[in-house]
């Protein structure tokens, strides 16, 4: 009783302010508030989850009522937060809610303060929408800024902070929405079947925006881009043309220009340091049994950048607010899959909450998670399964095959050796054991992070096209990296800006169009018809989608495995040698049993007897067997 009494007498006079405020405040007559904002901006009936969580900011919104008045819609619970300027309202919507516009009401007293009409729309049932992505696909990664300028007039835009600079490799450019749905025949054409497009939401920034990871707006195409609208066109555009798109999304981090930047709702918003505290970036913490408190809290607790605001999703409200922000792009646009960043820096089991509400609206979809870790038993910790010790189930799709990068990247430069060249991919595909299906990893020779592939292979077509052989012949998703198929260079020790450099043909008045075959060099078009042709003809092969891998231990520099089902079955030779190697079948008699002849996938070679095939040095073939 004393306690209370002491905290009584402490908090009185702050308690009498507190009511003389109260008390002033009802006694104006109701100020009109204005809301500045409501997130998600509108929502749909009939979703599989009847919770609907609105952020609704304005200036004190918490000292008034919210109210709403429409059938099968229901305001569960209001929640404030530090900040009176945010309340956060619970909406239960009830299955048999119609769509429709509908007033939310705000009220101090009997006064009505404010009146936001929300809208909830009808879903649109196209049973194409949300299909996934799988072993069928191929994918094609571009930068937005950086591979197409399809309207030059929304370079800079008003209210935009950086404004365009080709001359900076680290600036913005100008490549937009208009600029993809401009090429879409062109990515067409060359076989991809899905496009990876790295964040196209406001980065507001003043600096170094045009990657597109510092989000200052999760509900807001960049202006520089193009609007909301353009990007639903874009998907309209692609779905007609039978391509996927993937959004990239960002959980760990915001750019620190944000809406709630000086205003956050509570301080738990963002991982809050006494100082500046950079994230270790190493990964495999958050899986070691052995990590210390304080290496696991700088991995998934620090700051990926001072412009970038490392994300608290242990907080509630903040994770709902992340989770129903992917619901709505992918139910707005009837996107086809995520690209997750960062995978390991949230909490992961808010990842993997995220993961259950994005599978329970949409159980067909396809999410892949950047685990960049160079293990497979690493990544193979977040592509869902049994396995995990610490009983971690991620419910994560798809994940990238950032082990096998590595491996690609150096088995084409090296000497054959007992444990170099083809052996690295050997080995790595030897540990495929520990995924729960390693069909589901998205495997790429590079992108948007790290040297481009025909730099690291020291600007060999020959080595270049050993990798895109093997890319597209064995095991999961292939992926490529914009203008790979035209030798593009770059290494990421010069700036990210030098291995995101423009397409060439992208802006009006380059002096070269590498979009076109005129405006390609003998190489270029070389590499690219390589790249088309196997593209194109992986979109028709069940055995090399879907088959089952069966490789040889590398002998004589040559690594031979073979893609089959019940009734097909191809063959892929690749001689890493620099010599000509002539290699005996017999060895792949149980793969070779029932057929009798070959036909090269890459040339007109064809094979009348199946005992024996020379294979030309630094070469790939492909067979198909009849
Ligand atoms: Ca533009």
Redesign the pocket.
Known sequence: MDDVKLWFMKSFKFTLLGFLFVLFALSLPAQKINIQRVDPPFWWAGMASANLQLLVYGDNISLSKASIDYPGIEIGKSILVESPNYVFLDLVISPDAKAGDFDIVFKKGNKVVSTYSYQLLERVNDKGLHQGFGNSDAIYLLMPDRFS????D??DMPGMLEKADRSNPNGRH???IK?IINKLDYIKDLGATTIWINPLLENNMPAYSYHGYAVTDLYKVDL?FGSNEDYKNLLAAAHGKGLKIIQDMVFNHLGTNYFWKDDLPSRDWYNQWPEFTRSNYRGGVVNDPHASVSDYNKMVKGWFDKSMADLNQNNPLLANYLIQNSIWWIEYLGLDGIRQDTYPYPYKEFMAEWMKRVLEEYPDFNVVGEVWLSYPQAVAYWLENDNNADGYHSKLTNVFDFPLMYAISKAFNEDEGWSTGTSQLYEVLSQDYVYSDPQKLVLFADNHDGDRLFSKLGEDLDKFKLAMAFLFTTRGIPQIYYGTEILMTGFEHQGHGYIRKDFPGGWPGDPVDAFSARGRSTDQNTAYNFVKHLMNWRKNNKAVQEGKLTHYVPENGVYVFFRQTEDECVMVLLNNSKEDREVDMRRFAVNLKGYKTAKSVLDRTFLDRLDKVVVKAKSPMIFELE
């Open positions: 300028n399809g309207n030059p929304n370079d100008g490549g937009d600029g520089r």
